[in-house]
């Protein structure tokens, strides 16, 4: 008597059948396109800090000087000795 065996076939053959590939496929490139579009918007976040930074370091730029000028100002009236106004 011959013996028959039972072939089963693996449980992730199934995935590439012709109808399951095409499905397949589609939830692929849509797992691509959102994970793209995700580090597209991290990327334009922080774009967007970095241009927040150096506008916040140009207005500290600024108001250094400022008060550097100030300051010299006030040295040179207290090294002379004289009230000015």
């Known amino acids: 008597m011959a013996r028959i065996e039972d072939k089963k076939t693996p449980w992730w053959k199934i995935y590439f059948q012709p109808a399951y ?14 994970g793209s ?8 976040v922080q774009l967007e800090e970095r241009q927040r ?9 600024v108001a250094l000087r ?3 000028t100030q300051l010299n100002r006030v040295g040179r009236v207290l ?3 004289a009230v000015q106004r």
């Open 21 to 34: 590939r095409v499905a397949l496929a589609g939830s692929l490139d849509g797992l691509i396109l959102a």
């Open 37 to 44: 579009v995700a580090v597209y918007y991290r990327h334009q």
């Open 53 to 61: 930074a150096e506008a916040a370091r140009e207005q500290l730029m």
């Open 66 to 68: 400022i008060t550097s």
């Open 79 to 81: 090294a002379s000795g």
